[in-house]
């Protein structure tokens, strides 16, 4: 059986969310009143108040006024004809009303593009919008002037360098390493040549890892902040075109 201090405590959790005079005064009545039942009917007068999250969601409704024509504190507590029904069950909470209302604000400022890549493998993702870029820009490139034109191609040699530049990185490792290794070898038959290729494997190889290192800050910050971007871009227009129709 639930002892006096375990309800209270109890109690006093669920109610986090209540105004803080009114969630004091809800405990004082309930702590005082248990006080007055003292030690030998502490158990009794626990088993009348029902569990703490049934006292809790009547404690809430009769201040959120959800119960004008329910109930009333009487010498047993609050009490609520409809919470006699045995059918009549509340909801464990799991989580504080705060915590749901942050979440459901998250959730609103998240646009239908933004929870649509949201829910979508990261690979699966970078896939879908590579396939897009190289859908969609053909057709705008046909359409544009000579200067449009340059500018469009010039921004998908960028997107696109960016987008293998993990690729180029390891590349450039791989072919420096192979580089270094043959110069070694060059060596014994051929100075200037060992070294020429000794140093030009040396360049690749820092050169993949300037580019590995780029590739990480690129598809660890950049891409994602990209996506970002171009979600809420589409929201706007979607929502324009929305307010438009309306």
């Not at 005082?32 to 502490?42: F, I, K, R, S």
Request: glycine share 10%; charged share 25%.
């Amino acid at each position: 059986m639930m002892k006096k201090e375990e309800f209270m405590k109890k109690l006093e959790y669920l109610l986090q969310d209540v105004n803080e005079e009114e969630r004091e005064a809800a405990l004082a009545y309930y702590r005082d009143y248990l006080d007055e039942a003292g030690p030998e009917n502490e158990e009794k007068a626990i088993e009348d108040f029902g569990s703490p999250e049934r006292v809790a969601a009547m404690i809430r409704a009769g201040i959120s006024g959800a119960m004008e024509d329910g109930g009333e504190f009487t010498e047993s507590g609050y009490e609520d004809e409809r919470f006699r029904d045995p059918n009549f069950q509340l909801q464990k909470r799991l989580e504080l009303p705060e915590e749901k209302t942050e979440k459901k604000q998250e959730k609103r400022k998240r646009g239908p593009v933004e929870k649509c890549l949201g829910n979508i493998n990261p690979i699966l993702r970078f896939v879908l919008i590579l396939l897009l870029i190289v859908v969609a820009v053909p057709p705008l490139l046909e359409t544009g002037t000579g200067a449009l034109s340059f500018l469009a191609w010039t921004a998908v040699s960028i997107c696109l360098l960016f987008l293998f530049i993990g690729l180029i990185a390891l590349c450039l490792l791989l072919g420096g390493i192979a580089a270094v290794a043959a110069g070694m070898v060059t060596l014994i038959h051929e100075l200037f040549l060992g070294l020429l290729l000794i140093g030009g494997g040396l360049l690749m190889a820092g050169t993949g890892c300037f580019a590995m290192i780029l590739a990480v800050w690129f598809y660890g910050t950049a891409l994602p902040w990209l996506f970002r971007k171009a979600g809420d871009l589409c929201d706007r227009i979607f929502h324009q075109k929305r307010r438009q129709g309306v």
